[in-house]
């Protein structure tokens, strides 16, 4: 008997909708599963996700030569994806960074076609009013055009509709099993539908579908959002080693419109220390609560302290949620001989989401692994011990 689909990709987030897209567009019969937005996340039960949002950095530049091949072969697409579907989702503002690895970021954005260089603490506060202290320990650099912000929700809306103009199905319910058949696997949604193969872009929620343990932490953070008065055009912002001792790592999307009619910017980061999630129901609580209120008051001082000349006439936060790994690239490979992974891209996923896609579909198709650049081995799915 032949199953419904060659392919089923669960998750409809900004892996999974590239990797529908890729595959319907190369002829393959496939259908794209999972849950919209929830309506309101204090009552619901997930699942959750992080692309419900108006904005994430895209950047070339990269200390990891991986993620800037990753990221450039996906930036490159965004005009023919914006182009052929009608929607925009990028914003060109630029990026300002502080890091410790500033001249290999700079050096792997230029080699692969972007415009970086190294810029001084007094050029960044003269310029974009960002106030970097004399003690941080690493240099400054800036990365023009096409660095800037995608939004995460129109940019899976484009993705989705060029999959459906290609052929591709959408169900749009949560997969709540996936089961092995001999000729094929059974996914239970709002309906049950059949495949040869299953992609998982599941996010957070790994490859707990199957039963495989992949060994990824869920980093639970807490977004602030704040609303700032009229001032000069401010771009994206990355500090590798904040100041405050509450946080290792943070990072902001300048003012952008969100649903509720309100620009803000959106900074975030790591907490110290980390929290995460050890299960689903982990997940749930912590988008059901709201987040950190330690955090939240951590980003806040954060915003203060870099923008000092900024007028914030608003604050409001929001739970979020990361899948990191040991290395932290992607997991994306096959965890049996039917299901393949693309999990685990350790915050750094959205603007390379075109490309990760697009190496999982690979794998789903008659083509298999055949990068040039890119080893397999690199994004090799490993579990816990």
Same mark, same amino acid.
């Given at each position: 008997? /032949? ?8 998750? =409809?987030?900004? $892996?999974?909708?590239?990797? !529908? &897209?890729? #595959? +319907? ?48 072969? /996906? ?8 182009? =052929?579907?009608? $929607?925009?989702?990028?914003? !060109? &503002?630029? #990026? +300002? ?67 459906? &103009?290609?052929? +591709? ?217």
């Amino acid at each position: 008997m /032949s199953n419904d689909y060659q392919v089923a990709v669960i998750g =409809r987030g900004m $892996i999974g909708a590239a990797a !529908a &897209r890729h #595959l +319907a567009e190369a002829g393959v019969h496939v259908v794209l599963i999972g849950a919209g937005e929830p309506a309101d996340y204090a009552t619901s039960t997930g699942p959750f996700a992080s692309h419900y949002d108006q904005g994430r950095i895209t950047r070339i530049s990269s200390a990891s030569p991986v993620w800037a091949e990753l990221a450039a072969r /996906s930036i490159e697409r965004y005009p023919d994806i914006a182009a =052929r579907s009608g $929607i925009e989702f990028h914003d !060109a &503002r630029g #990026l +300002a960074q502080a890091s410790t690895d500033t001249h290999a970021s700079i050096d792997n954005a230029i080699a692969r076609g972007g415009k970086a260089r190294q810029v001084d603490p007094t050029w960044l506060r003269e310029t974009t009013g960002i106030a970097i202290s004399d003690n941080h320990p690493g240099a400054t650099f800036y990365e023009e055009a096409p660095a800037g912000v995608i939004n995460p929700r129109q940019m899976v809306a484009a993705q989705i509709l060029l999959a459906v &103009r290609a052929g +591709a199905q959408t169900i749009e319910s949560p997969a709540i099993a996936v089961r092995s058949r001999r000729d094929g696997l059974t996914i239970e949604c709002s309906s049950a539908v059949t495949a040869d193969q299953v992609i998982l872009a599941t996010g957070a929620y790994g490859g707990s579908l199957v039963g495989a343990d992949l060994a990824i932490q869920r980093r639970l953070r807490t977004i602030v959002l704040a609303e700032l008065g009229p001032g000069r055009e401010i771009p994206c912002f990355i500090d590798d080693a904040p100041e405050h001792p509450d946080l290792d790592g943070i990072y902001w999307v300048p003012p952008v419109l969100f649903p509720n009619g309100r620009t803000m910017l959106k900074i975030g980061g790591n907490s110290l220390p980390l929290i995460t999630a050890e299960s689903d129901a982990d997940i749930a609580a912590w988008f059901q609560g709201g987040g950190s209120e330690a955090e939240t008051i951590a980003l806040k001082e954060t915003v203060r302290s870099l923008l000092p000349d900024a007028s914030i006439t608003s604050w409001d936060h929001k739970p979020c949620v990361v899948t990191n790994t040991e290395a932290e690239l992607p997991f994306i490979g096959f965890v049996d001989d039917r299901v393949i992974v693309a999990v685990g891209a350790s915050g750094a996923g959205a603007k390379s989401s075109d490309e990760l896609g697009r190496l999982a579909a690979t794998l789903a198709s008659s083509i298999g692994w055949n990068d040039p650049t890119l080893d397999s081995e690199l994004f090799r799915p490993r579990f816990r011990t």
